[in-house]
């Protein structure tokens, strides 16, 4: 949300706020949240500006009307002003005609009747002459200045012209404004019959506002109570509901963990198969290499009568037969390790096969031998089939990589 958008937000909130505090009487509390919005303005752009400035005018005529400190009439007056002229810039009429309301309010708290009446008069230029409700407000207003001024006869004629706007309007409420303003135009004149009659109207249609809102009221808290009543019976239905999902997840959740762990302990049995079937053939090399190596190693001897060469390759020898032995209990080597053991055996076949084949181990530079992990005796088996079954009936010198 874009800052001056929340901004706003902010002080609309508070305006609200200080509207609410305003309607339930508690006026100090309110102008707390009204110089709050006022303090929001310099953050605002010029059109949401304007808007709240038309609703800090309302609020501060509001507490000035339940405390009468003249602070806040002042405060009203500054921003009506502003918010006039910044209706007339934008040539609104709808804004104008409630701007001078505003300024109006103000003359009217301050006894300048006459000023009121002017600038009342100057937002009927502007009003929506088929908004009855708002002709209704013109003249009431006007009505009740000129009781002020002690004008009856000018306030009978701008009571007659509220009153009818007020039938116009069919709003109860409204009506019964539009006669109590009629009954007290009556005392003024001195004319009791007709504040007589207009109170019993007046006091009709309250009467009646009054058995329509007890009617509400009363319709209002039987449905409140069957609703209270379905509330509880569906809380009910969605207990029991819960309860018996609870109880459907639960057996599947069993079900699942039930098959979790059949499964769990059928991939382990097989596991430990694998790995028993990897130790016994890591363990089954050859035989006839060992008996061949053998065999070629007391030829050996016998030929080149070589202690120290024998020696070597009976080193050779029984070091292969000893990883051979320790790869049974190991799953991983490094690759270092297993580079070194292919040396050995390796060197031990070429005294089975002299002068048939040379070889190279190669490792790329950038590989961690010491460090990568690979399952023991991997790839001797393939290195032995290759010597078996690749170099049987061969004269020509062969390179292994």
């Known amino acids: 949300m874009p800052r001056r958008q929340a901004i706003l937000r902010l002080a609309l909130g508070c305006t609200m706020t200080a509207q609410l505090f305003n309607q339930t009487n508690q006026a ?38 339940d405390t009468g400190i003249k602070t806040s009439l002042d405060s009203v007056e500054m921003y009506s002003i502003q918010y006039l002229k910044w209706a007339k810039s ?35 230029v502007y009003i929506d002459k088929s908004n009855s409700e708002a002709s209704q407000i ?3 207003d006007k009505a009740d200045i000129y009781l002020e001024l002690n004008d009856p006869g000018k306030a009978q004629i ?38 007589y ?22 319709t209002e808290l039987e449905k409140k109570y069957h609703q209270a009543k379905n509330e509880i019976t569906i ?13 459907a997840l639960s057996g599947l959740f069993a079900l699942l963990t039930l098959g ?11 596991q430990n198969i694998l790995e028993t079937e990897q130790r016994l053939n890591r363990a089954r090399m050859n035989p006839h290499f060992f008996f061949n190596a053998l065999a070629s190693l007391q030829k050996f001897a016998l030929r080149d009568n070589d202690g120290q060469a024998l020696a070597s390759n009976l080193s050779k020898f029984s070091n292969i037969m000893r990883e051979t032995l320790e790869s049974t209990y190991k799953e991983y080597i490094t690759i270092e ?12 076949q070429k005294i089975r096969f002299p002068k048939t084949f040379s070889y190279t181990i190669y490792a790329h530079p950038d590989m961690e031998v010491d460090d990568i992990l690979i399952p023991s005796m991997i790839l001797q088996p393939f290195i032995e089939n290759s010597i078996e079954h690749g170099f049987s009936g061969i004269e020509y010198r062969v390179m292994l990589i």
Not at 235 to 247: A, C
């Open 138 to 140: 013109y003249f009431y």
């Open 337 to 348: 390790q297993e580079m070194d053991f292919l040396n050995e055996y390796l060197e031990v």
């Open 235 to 247: 809380k009910d239905l969605e207990k029991k509901n819960q309860f018996y999902l609870l109880l």
């Open 260 to 270: 979790l762990y059949l499964r769990h302990q059928k991939l382990k049995h097989q």
């Open 28 to 65: 100090e509390k309110g102008i707390i949240y009204t110089r709050k919005a006022a303090k929001l303005l310099p953050k605002l752009p010029n059109d949401k500006r304007f808007s709240i400035i038309s609703f800090l005018a309302s609020r501060y005529l509001w507490h000035y009307q």
């Open 90 to 124: 934008i040539q609104d009429n709808r804004r104008i005609c409630k701007a001078f309301n505003l300024v109006q309010a103000v003359a009217y708290e301050r006894k300048d009747f006459n000023t009121a009446i002017a600038l009342l008069d100057s937002s009927y």
């Open 158 to 195: 701008c009571a007659d012209s509220a009153l009818h706007f007020a039938l116009k309007n069919k709003n109860p409420a409204y009506i019964a404004e539009a006669y109590d303003l009629q009954e007290r135009v009556g005392n003024a004149k001195g004319d009791y019959k007709q504040a």
């Open 197 to 218: 009659d207009m109170r019993l109207l007046k006091n009709a249609i309250n009467d009646s506002i009054r058995t329509v809102e007890k009617t509400q009221a009363v």
